[in-house]
């Protein structure tokens, strides 16, 4: 049943798992801004030697826009999967779960087979490397196997394995946290600090191991779905705090200066204390190191200050092509890959120069922006369907 604008989930007596209301009237624009930003963001960094790659996160702190994706999708899946378990029950819950894990499963196979066309009739033998498709070339039959398991991918496609097994496993994270909630959380953090002291992780193929781990990545998975729920609300309110908000700007002045010493001559001399160090670096990108949700965490404090819960969305061209994009998110990160690998040929056919890097983040972003509004246009017409990625 609904109260006080929020959706219940009463299964257990001592479990209740209490939502806000998924009605497109109310929908969280919030998230699909921050989601076609981050979209944005992943096309320009993909896209080698571009300039325009200094207007994104990675470049001003040790989080980027991996964690935003993460941390939505396990926020909007909390909302979505927990209405249709309220509405609908535990199986038809699970169904549209697993069928999403499908749906990424089967785009990220598209993907390959597309970004692997893409390289072939571009003189497939230059860019084998680049693209990590050597191995494909050289060995077909194991590369096919590998990829349906998952275990080979091309460059910038490692982030659709991981949603495949976050979806999927959705459902019995769900499960759990309408028997206990302390006992999700722990069991998250343990798992996640399992991987930082003993580094476990999943094997790739041919060499190495899944470069997203989706044993580290699901603590924001979790997160986000905690954040989505009612019992969170305290520390939501703790998080918008003066004290929170002094804390936050204040370590993401600290990254930004640790980040930028790495890349400005100027600051190359910058030096934090050992103690400090030891606890910072490494920042691991594929274990998801301390650092990164930290800095994450901060972001998203200053985020809810500048963009309070009662925000309903901006009439300002800007923010609708965000939107747009954040609402087919998944279509666009494919296409967001394939625009680059597009952007990164047509630079080493033309020429590098920074009014060319400029054209093709201008023309790859204007042409994302088009086929989001195509399909939210197309989808209107078919009815409302949820946008999970």
């Known amino acids: 049943m609904k109260v006080d604008g929020v959706v219940n989930i009463q299964l257990y007596p001592e479990a209740r798992l209490r939502l806000p209301q998924t009605d497109d009237v109310h929908r969280d624009f919030r998230l699909d801004i921050c989601r076609g ?19 994104t996160l990675r470049n001003y702190g040790f989080s980027d826009a991996t964690e935003v994706f993460v941390f939505i999708s396990g926020y909007t899946c909390m909302i979505a999967y927990g209405g249709v378990l309220q509405s609908q029950g535990w199986l038809a819950m699970s ?6 894990s499908w749906q990424i499963y089967t785009a990220f196979l598209l993907l390959l087979v597309v970004y692997l066309a893409f390289v072939q009739s571009f003189d497939h033998t230059r860019y084998l490397d680049e693209t990590n498709a050597a191995v494909f070339f050289a060995h077909p039959g194991p590369a096919i196997l590998h990829a349906g398991l998952m275990q080979y991918r091309l460059v910038n496609t490692d982030i659709l394995p991981l949603f495949v097994l976050l979806h999927l496993v959705f459902p019995a994270l769900l499960w759990l946290f309408t028997r206990s909630i302390n006992v999700s959380l722990t069991a998250s953090l343990l798992l996640y600090v399992s991987v930082q002291i003993f580094g476990i992780n999943l094997p790739a193929w041919p060499q190495g191991e899944w470069y997203f781990n989706p044993l580290a990545w699901q603590i924001l998975f979790v997160l986000g779905m905690w954040c989505a729920m009612d019992r969170s609300a305290p520390i939501r309110r703790m998080a918008r705090s003066p004290i929170s908000l002094t804390a936050s700007v204040l370590y993401l002045i600290l990254s930004l200066i640790v980040v930028l010493s790495w890349q400005v001559e100027i600051l190359d001399k ?36 500048l963009l309070p819960r009662s925000w309903r969305g901006s009439s300002s061209l800007l923010a609708i ?52 509004t195509l399909l939210t246009w197309t989808a209107k017409l078919e009815g409302p369907k949820p946008r999970l990625f």
């Open 321 to 372: 092509a965000l939107i747009r994009c954040g609402e087919n998110s998944l279509t666009i990160f494919c296409l967001s890959v394939l625009l680059s690998l597009i952007g990164y040929v047509v630079m080493e056919n033309t020429s590098g120069t920074v009014l060319m890097q400029v054209l093709i983040s201008m023309v790859g972003i204007a042409v994302m922006v088009a086929i989001a």
């Open 95 to 100: 169904l549209h779960a697993v069928r999403r």
């Open 270 to 305: 910058f030096t934090l204390p050992q103690t400090l160090s030891n606890l910072i670096y490494p920042i691991d990108k594929s274990n998801l190191s301390p650092a990164r949700i930290l800095h994450f965490v901060a972001l998203a404090c200053v985020a809810m200050r």
């Open 37 to 55: 930003m981050a979209l944005w963001f992943v096309f320009v960094d993909h896209v080698p030697n571009n300039i325009v790659s200094w207007f």
